[in-house]
């Protein structure tokens, strides 16, 4: 059998007397690469391999019930740390669910505070769910009211002039 290039690397080898169509290298990389997609499309086009995977770990949770207790006793900065990401992710998926707010999509995390007040807040009324959040806008330079979208139709909700 002739040599044949790796399909991710890249990389010539000589492919196993075993296995034929041996299309990747033997390189730790490539093959937890090529174990990965094997896993993703069975996962995605046969529903016993799916189910199997789903109650595996329920399985092993069953036969272990204490071990996250145990292990959050034992790792506390873990823990917290845990809990902190899980926050964040938390107050991520709220704001991507926000009905009207379309350009919450990429959240970044800071721990600055900034108030908004003044009769542009009352403008904000579709996006009350934020309890606590940062919002910083800028505004939008002023546009003739014939121009001006509604509320529902702009990404942030905010209108920039009243509408007359």
């Known amino acids: 059998m002739g040599e044949r290039r790796?399909?991710?690397?890249?990389?010539?080898?000589?492919?196993?007397k075993f296995q034929s169509r041996q299309q990747v290298c033997g390189a730790p990389e490539c093959q937890k690469r090529r174990r990965t997609e094997y896993h993703k499309q069975k996962i995605s086009t046969d529903p016993d391999y799916r189910e199997v995977c789903r109650e595996s770990p329920r399985k092993w949770r069953a036969r272990n019930p204490g071990y996250w207790k145990q292990y959050r006793q034992e790792h506390p900065?873990?823990?917290?740390?845990?809990?902190?990401?899980?926050?964040?992710?938390?107050r991520k998926r709220r704001l991507r669910n926000l009905a009207?707010?379309?350009?919450?999509?990429?959240?970044?995390?800071?721990?600055?505070?900034?108030?908004l007040i003044g009769d542009e807040a009352v403008r904000l009324a579709n996006n009350n769910a934020a309890i606590a959040q940062v919002w910083v806008i800028e505004a939008l330079p002023?546009?003739?009211?014939?121009?001006?979208?509604?509320?529902?139709?702009h990404p942030s909700g905010f209108i920039s002039s009243p509408v007359a």
């Open 6 to 16: 790796c399909r991710y690397c890249q990389k010539s080898f000589q492919p196993s």
């Open 77 to 90: 900065a873990a823990a917290t740390r845990n809990c902190q990401q899980q926050q964040i992710r938390d």
């Open 100 to 115: 009207n707010n379309t350009s919450a999509r990429e959240i970044k995390h800071s721990a600055v505070e900034v108030w």
């Open 142 to 153: 002023s546009r003739s009211a014939t121009a001006l979208a509604s509320c529902k139709q």
